[in-house]
């Protein structure tokens, strides 16, 4: 759950056991984004790693234990939260929809939420990785700005947004959202995000 | 792509040979959903099904063809189709809302979007068929009732918001959108989808 620039810092700098690790998660990433968490071992990481499977036990125990140590979500949170909290209520669509917009701009960062959506809809465990990332570092946020009664609700309808424009454009590759360019995704997906966290809902029947 | 019912019709009315292909549909229908696309074999099931692996290659001939015969919408296209374009303009959302919560309701319908989500994400071919189900059955009929400019793009927008939804309540499991009831479905969803299919875009800046 580092930013997406930590495999770079962690390359090189640390000393003698501090690679195999780090080689390691690297392996665990690329195996877990291309061939999803079903179809990862313990043994295909350490073989891709270079390493023995006994090592890979010994820092992460399960497979369970290396999903979590190496998910990330596809932005910074702390920017994000930043972002979010000093936005205000009336802008708070709009920073998410330009969240949004960097990510897509990013292939890297892209890749992950592939991989994020592959692991949560293959393996319950992912899923629940997942659900506890976004809420710290979307929904909890969220909420703080908002400070309304269904604080709680118009995070999750937007988190949920989120994830399915990017669904859309990413996976399902609907041409009309694969075309749009960054501004374009900006304009479309901020309406309807500001209309989840501080328009009116409707009433019940 | 039929609708939910069409299994139950299938069962002990076809004579002979159909009876096995139904067996295997139903059998591949539940593989699909239960392990994935990567996890599901001609092999496997042919087993299931009581069948000869033969006879599923002689039916189907590749797992990507079973696949798309397989593949179904979690709701019937033909009613959607026409609630859509009844309700007019000022209505779309809660229509489309309401379809969601129908969804929500029927534990088989639920199980099928998961297994669409799951197929989507690891799986391009996938993500293909289920692109093409989904443009005819939900982004055609809403772009002929919007008549707009901006018509194909406020589809898709609006598609992927119910599939964000659907994803965040079935897959990730945020609390907030698991504890909503039918009617808090539709008063939750609806306004954000009225405003991804008639609001006002934003201008680019």
């Known amino acids: 759950m580092s930013d997406a620039g930590a495999s770079e810092e962690r390359r090189g700098r640390r000393p003698g056991e501090g690679n195999a690790r780090a080689d390691i998660e690297s392996a665990a990433r690329d195996s877990f984004a291309r061939d999803g968490y079903a179809m990862t071992s313990i043994r295909g990481v350490a073989r891709a790693a270079g390493v023995d499977p006994a090592l890979v036990r010994h820092y992460f125990q399960t497979k369970e234990n ?10 910074d949170p702390a920017i994000a939260v ?9 802008r708070v669509g ?3 929809a330009t969240v949004v917009s960097e990510i897509l701009a990013d292939p890297a960062r892209s890749q992950q ?33 908002l400070q309304s009664d269904h604080a709680e609700k118009r995070a999750a309808l937007a988190s949920a947004q989120i994830i399915g424009f990017l669904m859309g454009r990413l996976i399902l590759g609907f041409e009309s959202l694969v075309a749009l360019d960054a501004e374009a995704v900006v304009a479309a997906l901020a309406p309807s995000l500001q209309q989840s966290l501080t328009g009116p809902l409707l009433e019940r029947a």
Chains 1, 2 share one sequence.
């Open 66 to 75: 290396l999903f979590a140590a190496v998910i990330r979500l596809p932005f």
């Open 82 to 90: 930043h972002r979010i909290t000093s936005a205000g209520r009336d």
């Open 94 to 96: 709009r920073e998410l």
């Open 113 to 145: 939420v592939v991989a994020m959506v592959r692991a949560a809809a293959t393996e319950p465990q992912g899923a629940r990785l997942i659900r506890g990332a976004l809420t710290t570092a979307m929904i909890v946020p969220i909420v703080e700005i």
